[in-house]
């Protein structure tokens, strides 16, 4: 404090001495000064009111406010210097004594960013503009930019007038004109200076007036329902993708229970995918597509009146190959039948085989906390299923394939889940007694056969026979005995009497054995032998005689490949199954535009029906085939189907509707109507109408041939009677439903008195201009 005290009186002494300068400046700067100073405090009293209301009061303690009011102190003797340099260098000038007043107001008037008065969300109509609008306050002025679904609103990129965005004295906007569907997202407003920065959210919801087919209707209360339908996604391997699906509002308690689903299998959230629920957005995101990731995906909703779902396919594009001509990586990599030392592993070719036929496949394996993977075969296996042996009992391990081609070699497939070797028949063999609250005691059948010499295998014979491998089975010997068992296999060509041992360097700890490479077109026969600690047994009796198998030939392609117009970016593809052979894992759909000669894969992972193709181009023409999947490859190419242009499918009209009476008689009725909403992709032939007598249980057909017009006169009526009336039109495609039926119309004579001559002339005329505007416009509406 005494440092304190010694700082005021020095303070004194320079006021004291620059008392007489101060004297000097005229009575006009004064009173300018104390303006300046009245209004600098009215507007910090002002400030610290607001924070106070907001909760933000600055609270400064202790040492905090004596530095403050020394920092204060310094820059006014910095401004009084400043001054009164000034106004010996300039006497006559009395703005220049303004310039330290607005600095010293600029210094302290600093304050960052914040929203006064927020976003608020939008519901519109399509077509219809929509303005978003904010309040801020900050010094100096804060920078705005708005975000669409967090990117940045790049004027240059969207359509022109598209957007408009305007500051004006802190009132923020942005004016979207003319809203789509697309238009549907969540935007945000930053707002930023030196001092801070300030966020705000809202939801822009578009509804569409006429497309209703898209989006379900909870209830009449607060539920929420599909703000658009989702569309095809298109991803890379190796990428990542997210599937989002907007919701009008945010999901009431009992609608929280979303389900995702892909080709019909439960989805759940794991490293592999990520499932989200945040206000009115719904996603799923897959950090590094594969291609097993392709297909359906459905997102269902629970409600009151029952699930809700929407649907939409997600393509995953091929990687960019490592070497020019390379083949897509195979997918569906799965194991089979494992077992203590071996396994069979199974997996699907590639759509793209880079413009040369694929050679053969390599595996590699890993083990589990592992990142070294390990090519399993010297040479690539041709078929796309193959034993893996020489695997230790309880590791675990993850497999991945390669395709190669005279071009090199594809990327791996995505890895499989990791399994563990293990003995199957171990559960058999094992009983399992509980005790004493949850403990058990595990009793081995093998503890209590004391075997020494083992006794040989059972049952030898050739579970799979293929051109590159035969893989053997057997049954373990019974009694078994409590020391483990190995195997191995001779063989024999038959009509010989020596027996070569097969896997002397490597006997088999499981009834599983897998022979390649043995010569085509001779038969062999194969025995086996169990060895333990105390000795080898004799051996087994001989397998049925095997021969090598044939190389397996591919499936034929698929026959009657069609295409049909589906909308205006689609055609739907559909074709016949192969009636010999086995059944294929799937179908490759592959299309062109006519005109070209390169091939597009559209599906990357095999589909097993007719195939909706999206993403094409409006009003150009494209050839589509298809070929079959299987274990030995591709079949060749189906033929192709006759040339297609792109455009909406042609579909039976909507109902007319709007029946009016035009003219009534004593006996007859002259009726209009209007057109259908939609017309199904073509123009409308005609209509067909039906009558019915309010005193009739049925109705009757009023004609036989379509009425091109939307007026028709029915005749033979009963005067007095009521009738109503109903229709169905006519286009291409057929008769479309029939409409519902129109008010009751009275038929009774309409009266009225006879105009005069000038009238009727003038009656003529514009019943003339009438007939000349309908032969111009047949088709507007009445």
Known sequence: MGTRALFHHREEEQKEERKQSLEMCSRTRKKRFKTSSREYNLRREADILELEQRGQKRVCFGNDMEKMEEEVMRICRQLRVRAERSKALHPATETSSQVPEKELLELLSGRAPIIWIPLRAHAVWERMDVTLACTTLGSPVPQATWYKNGIPIDLRRAPA????????????????????????????????????EAYSFATVLVRSKYKYSFEFKLSNTAQSYFAFPLKPLFAREKEPFTLSCYFSSDLLDHQRGITWFRDGELLQDSEGQELRLQGCEASLTVPCAHKEDEGFYTIRVPS??????????????????????????????????VNKDCLILSWVPPSDDGGSPILGYLIERCEAGSEQWLQCSAQPVRSCRCPVLGLAEGQTYQFRVRAVNKAGTSHPSKATDPVTTHDPSRDKRVTVIPYDQGRTIEISKDDLEDIKIPLPPTNVHASEVREDYVALAWDEPDPRGREPLNYYVEKSLVGSNSWQMVNLDLPANSPRFALFGLAKGKSFRFRVRSVNKFGISEPSVPSPPVTAGTKLAPLPPPSQVLAFRDTKTSVVVQWDKPKDGLEPLGYYIYCRETGTEEWQTVNNKPVTCQFTVPGLQPGKEYVFCVKSVSEAGLSESSPETDPIVVRPAIACPSVPHGFVLLHCGKTEMTIGWKAPKHKGGTKILGYFLDQHDNSEPDWHEINTQPIPRRVCTVSSLQQGHLYQFRGRAMNKAGVGEVSEPSDLFRCEEWTMPEPSPRCQVRLRGLETNQQAAHRQHPHEGL
Do not use: W
């Open 161 to 196: 007038g598209k957007y408009k965005m305007r500051n004006r004295f802190g009132m923020l906007t942005l004016h979207i004109s003319r809203c789509s569907m697309e238009d549907s997202a969540e935007y945000s407003v930053e707002v930023k200076n030196q001092y801070g």
């Open 304 to 337: 009151l009146q029952g699930d809700k779902e929407q649907s939409t396919y997600v393509f995953v594009r091929d990687a960019a190959a490592a070497t020019a001509g390379a083949p897509g990586s195979p997918l569906n990599v799965k194991c089979h039948d």
